[in-house]
């Protein structure tokens, strides 16, 4: 029931791929000033990752998601009335803190309800569930944005809303009882925190490591948009319809994928063999630009995230203990909100700058060396 209600609430999720051509297109941005309100998305998701991982240990997640869904549904209402440079960064800046407090606070609750022996394949489900809503929003909201920019907005509003509705429907018993159980464990346990994260210096590191790829991976939202459409010149529908084939493909290989590779590799493999991929799935961006060349890259860059982000929180997930998950998973949070920061400013630089082949070469060369790293880190952590 967590995957579904993941895959309601993303398949209402179309603002963000979109919202670098919405500013550049329709609010005629310049490319520095959408990576600017970009970066604020950054700036909000790694308040919010932080936030909700203090808050889950707190209070638990089911309040923190609840509230998370119900609270940014109206944020995407109010966004098209304010069309400035400053207050784009704002509003943008609220919703990603309020919405990214749902992460960690949905991390923990795989953690709750999954087997330890399940978790990567908990971890994966949850991810197909977000894919396939991703697959069905930036194709619709493709053809949306086509007629108006302001359906994005709200279809947002709506599949938040629907999310929240069903997930306080269903989990609200079911915390209940968790929390009667809670109840009868002996005060030591209860007490017990565990170790922190941020005292944990091997998962730090980890964690830069994690934003270095994530500062790569996730152009993915951000300039590959701004790429199809200056570069390859392909209309708004069909890059929403690409956009929307990588989370059709993510559903479709996740799970043989996740399992193949649990079965013949060790995870720092895995997590080696992801960041490579998705270093040649941009290399192969500077040798062409037909709709073919597109989806293949396309493809690569959604094995290398299979075999790269469900490893990453499971790593995350077996390096914490009880009373500190949510800490744990707000870090990992964290370690991804920096590249929502970093990455929409400092692409849009670059190609402004030197163009999109410099991008996808630099890419290309962080990734590879950022592959090596975390095959020799993750290896020492996990014996």
């Given amino acids: 029931m967590l995957s579904i209600v993941m895959l309601i609430n993303r398949s209402g999720s179309m603002v963000l791929p979109f919202l ?145 509705i069903i997930y306080v429907i269903f989990f609200r018993k079911r915390n209940k009882i968790f929390r009667e159980k809670k109840k009868l464990e ?64 993510i559903v479709l290989l996740e799970m043989p994928l996740v399992s193949i590779a649990e079965r013949t590799l060790k995870i720092p493999q895995i997590l080696f063999l992801g960041a490579v991929l998705a270093g040649l799935s941009y290399l192969m961006l500077i040798f062409g630009s037909n709709i073919t060349w597109l989806v ?7 094995i290398a995230e299979i075999w790269a982000l469900p490893f990453m929180s499971t790593v995350t997930a077996l390096r914490s203990e009880n009373g500190n998950k949510g800490a744990y998973m707000g870090v990992n949070g964290i370690a991804f909100s920096f590249s929502f920061i970093i990455t929409p400013f400092l692409g849009t630089y670059v190609v402004s700058r030197f163009g999109f082949d410099s991008l996808w070469l630099g890419s290309f060369a962080v990734l590879t060396i950022t592959s090596f790293l975390l095959f020799v880190v993750v290896k020492k952590m996990i014996k």
């Fill in 20 to 164: 670098g051509v919405y500013m550049t297109d329709h609010l005629k941005f310049s490319l520095e000033n959408a990576g600017i309100v970009l970066s604020f998305y950054g700036i909000g998701s790694v308040l919010g990752s932080w936030l909700g991982g203090y808050l889950t240990d707190k209070f638990g997640e089911y309040y923190i998601q609840s509230w998370s869904l119900f609270l940014s549904a109206p944020i995407f209402l109010i966004i098209p009335f304010f069309p400035s440079v400053e207050m784009m960064a704002v509003l943008i800046f609220l919703q990603s803190t309020i919405s990214d407090t749902f992460r960690p606070a949905n991390s923990v609750a795989i953690t709750k309800y999954a087997r330890p022996e399940n978790l990567t394949k908990a971890f994966s489900l949850n991810r197909m569930a977000v894919n396939l809503g991703f697959s069905i929003g930036p194709a619709l909201g493709g053809v949306l944005s086509g007629i108006s920019y302001n359906f994005l907005f709200v279809f947002n509003f709506t599949g938040a809303l629907i999310a929240g």
């Fill in 296 to 302: 293949l890259s396309m493809t690569v860059l959604c």
């Fill in 186 to 249: 002996t005060f030591e346990v209860v007490k017990k925190t565990g170790k922190s994260p941020y005292k944990d210096y091997p998962f730090l590191v980890f964690s830069f490591l994690c934003t270095i790829f994530a500062i790569c991976f996730f152009q993915f939202f951000n300039t590959i948009p701004l790429f199809y459409k200056d570069v390859a010149k392909l209309s708004q529908s069909t890059i929403g319809f690409i956009l929307g084939y990588s989370g059709f493909i």
